[in-house]
């Protein structure tokens, strides 16, 4: 079982507000990365990080932000959350030694 | 990375084998063949990868062609719980570059 944690798991959230989903990993792994997903759609990639201070943006355009200044702790953040937004948000790292992406349990996000 | 071509879904019996395909036709040589699936909206989950051999672990069995343009994925007894979207994905292992999902094979085990 891999060690990757998201908080909140359910968050609905009113126009405007500004919100933090939060990602953490125990297991050392510098590469990490955040998805986003409609239901029943496919995964795109929104963001990533190679290791600590180093972030990147994904294939799909996302007005959310990302900081990596620890190795275990990667959270994306939004300044003001629209209805646009609503989605599932999952974290998922990659370790160096055993080349396979270990993904969160997802945080479903309703902005009303 | 190369691009993998997946049917939009496949229906399984219970406890018979379950053959998913992909066809990765420009894959490169020192590109690896990944299998992921995703059930319900979980985050998806790692099954298998290989490059050119056949693998077998204690979840599936990979067969990959001896021109390595195709390969199978094999669930040899899918019981209900495998019922999922499976991702094949074609990527330089140890890379730096992201996985990129594609939209993958809806696979239903019907009892």
């Known amino acids: 079982e891999a060690d990757i944690y998201q908080t909140p798991r359910y968050l609905v959230i009113g126009t405007g507000k500004k919100i933090t989903l939060e990602c953490s990993q125990t297991m050392g792994h510098d590469k990490m990365y955040w998805y986003q997903q409609d239901p029943g759609m496919e995964l795109h990639l929104i963001h990533y990080?190679?290791?600590?201070?180093?972030?990147e943006k994904g294939d799909l355009s996302s007005e959310s932000t990302v900081s990596r200044i620890r190795t275990e702790h990667f959270p994306l953040t939004l300044e003001s959350a629209r209805p646009s937004h609503t989605s599932q948000y999952l974290c998922?790292?990659?370790?160096?030694?055993?080349?396979?992406?270990?993904f969160g349990p997802g945080t479903r996000l309703t902005v009303l | 990375d190369a691009k993998t071509t997946q049917p939009p879904s496949m229906d399984c019996a219970e406890g018979r084998a379950a053959n998913l395909p992909c066809n990765h036709s420009t894959i490169s040589g020192n590109e690896y063949v990944y299998w992921y699936r995703q059930i319900h909206s979980q985050g998806p989950q790692y099954i298998i990868h290989?490059?050119?051999n056949n693998e077998t672990n204690e979840m599936a069995s990979l067969i990959i062609t001896e021109d390595r343009k195709s390969s199978t994925l094999i669930l040899p007894h899918a019981t209900l719980r495998d019922t999922a979207v499976y991702y094949c994905i074609v990527r330089v292992d140890s890379g730096n570059t992201p996985l990129v999902f594609g939209k993958g094979t809806r696979l239903s085990v019907i009892a």
């Open positions: 990080s190679y290791g600590v201070n180093s972030t």
């Open positions: 290989g490059l050119k």
């Open positions: 998922a790292s990659r370790g160096q030694v055993v080349d396979t992406q270990y």
